[in-house]
């Protein structure tokens, strides 16, 4: 009667651990936000310097530099940081950013 009972108990568990980090995981997708900015960036040593920096900043999960149309994008996790913080940061560094708002297309 007893080894039922713990193998019972064992499997409830189990259930509730797999509920709760199903749910983690879905929570931790919802958090994630992209911005492209345009930023005055046109030389490798500018590019590396902001790629030796900007990775650090809280919540930057992913970013990519394009020299030839001069734009930034970061992938963020907006429970940790805000668009708003990311134009401050390259700012900061000498390279103020304006976000490119790309328009949704039209039906």
Do not use: R
Not at 27 to 55: G, H, M, R, Y
Request: net charge positive.
């Amino acid at each position: 009667m007893k080894t039922i009972h713990l193998i019972t108990v064992a499997i409830i568990s189990v259930l509730l651990l797999a509920a709760v980090s199903a749910n983690s995981q879905t929570n931790k997708a919802k958090t994630d936000a992209e911005v492209l900015f345009s930023i005055a960036v046109d030389c490798p040593s500018c590019q590396k310097k902001l790629e030796a920096k900007l990775p650090f900043e809280k919540g930057v999960k992913d970013m990519k530099i394009d020299l030839e149309s001069q734009t930034i994008w970061f992938l963020f996790s907006s429970d940790k940081t805000t668009k708003e913080t990311l134009a401050k940061a390259l700012d900061k560094l000498g390279y103020p950013a304006k976000e490119i708002v790309q328009e949704a297309p039209k039906k």
